[in-house]
């Protein structure tokens, strides 16, 4: 049995929708915290049972029968995640899952400027060590966090943000598609796989020129101070720890961390993956 967490969330429900394209509902489970919001996959004969990283016991059960675990990594960041990831490998391994999957990054390293990369860094680490078979999915970046980069650039005409670089965008949907191709065929990638993502990478300048096109308006890329722009979201109300996060996105970029692309995605999709112009399209770009 194919067991995937996070069942109930962005990437792990569309992970299930596209398995159920390729596998027999019986040949899959999901393990969520929440069992009541997991309730169409039980109707489509999917498996559900509960599981919480925080209650290791809990995995017991929602493993029960794996052969192959999928780990969506959870959305805490440090030292949380990692202790996360490691309650859910150690699950996975006692099962007797014959692979273990990780939903880790394309710019998963130790020592990234992006908090969460070092965690997936660390989690992939502790992984190549539980003499399990593992792939480590390394998932292009969401292009979906581009809409919150954007702030009120359609409004105002400016698309004001710190100094940025080029960036793997990727969507959920191709990323979950993917990664139920690789769970249908078993152990097509070991260890880490090449990134996994669109092909192209592209900084806030080129999405604003994209903008431009789509809106028939200019919106112009303004690059602000760091400090400025921090002491300007914490201004608004966000919180500081979540203003640091977002500006490390940045800095990260701007160092390159993200610029990496390859044709994987591509070649397991057998077809272009999603560019973000298509998501940019989506957005209500008319006054
Ligand atoms: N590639 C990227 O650019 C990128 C960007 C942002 C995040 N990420 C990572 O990708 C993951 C999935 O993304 P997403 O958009 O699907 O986010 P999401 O909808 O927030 O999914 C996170 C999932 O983690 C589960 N989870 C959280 N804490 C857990 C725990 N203690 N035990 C078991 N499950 C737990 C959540 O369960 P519930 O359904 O019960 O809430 C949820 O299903 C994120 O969590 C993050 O690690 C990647």
């Known amino acids: 049995m194919i067991i995937i967490t996070g069942g109930t969330g962005r990437l792990g429900s569309q992970i299930v929708d596209r398995l159920l394209d390729q596998v027999a509902a019986d040949r899959i489970g999901v393990s969520v915290r929440d069992t009541d919001r997991a309730g169409q996959l039980a109707a489509r004969g999917v498996r559900v049972r509960r599981g919480d990283f925080t209650e290791p016991e809990s995995l017991a059960d929602a493993f029960e029968g794996a052969t ?39 710019g998963a390293t130790e020592d990234s400027l992006f908090a969460p990369m070092p965690d997936h ?5 502790y992984l190549s ?16 966090t581009v809409r919150h980069l954007l702030g ?38 070991d260890g880490p796989t090449p990134p996994l993502t669109a092909r192209d990478a592209l ?21 602000a101070d760091d400090d400025e722009w921090t002491a300007t979201m914490i201004g608004h109300g966000v919180p500081a720890d979540q203003t640091n996060m977002l500006l490390g996105m940045f800095q990260a970029a701007r160092r390159g961390e993200f610029a990496t692309t390859g044709p ?15 998501m940019l399209e989506g957005l209500n770009t008319q006054p």
């Open 129 to 144: 060590k539980t003499g399990t078979p593992f792939t480590a999915l390394r998932n292009g970046f969401y292009t979906s």
């Open 264 to 278: 994987e995605l591509e070649n397991l999709l057998q077809r272009t993956p999603t560019p973000v112009r298509s």
């Open 121 to 125: 860094a660390a989690t992939e680490r």
């Open 203 to 223: 900084d806030l300048a080129a999405i604003a020129g994209i903008l431009t096109e789509l809106t028939g308006r200019t919106i112009r890329r303004v690059v």
């Open 68 to 106: 192959q675990v999928l780990i969506v990594s959870t959305d805490q960041t440090g030292e949380a995640a990692v202790a996360r990831h490691i309650a859910a490998i150690d699950a996975a391994h006692k099962a007797g899952a014959k692979r273990i999957l990780y939903t880790s990054h394309q």
């Open 152 to 189: 009120r650039a359609l409004e105002t005409g400016e698309l004001i943000a710190p100094a940025d670089g080029p960036v793997s965008w990727t969507t959920h949907a191709d990323l979950a598609e993917a990664a139920a191709i690789i769970l249908a065929h078993e152990g097509r990638f």
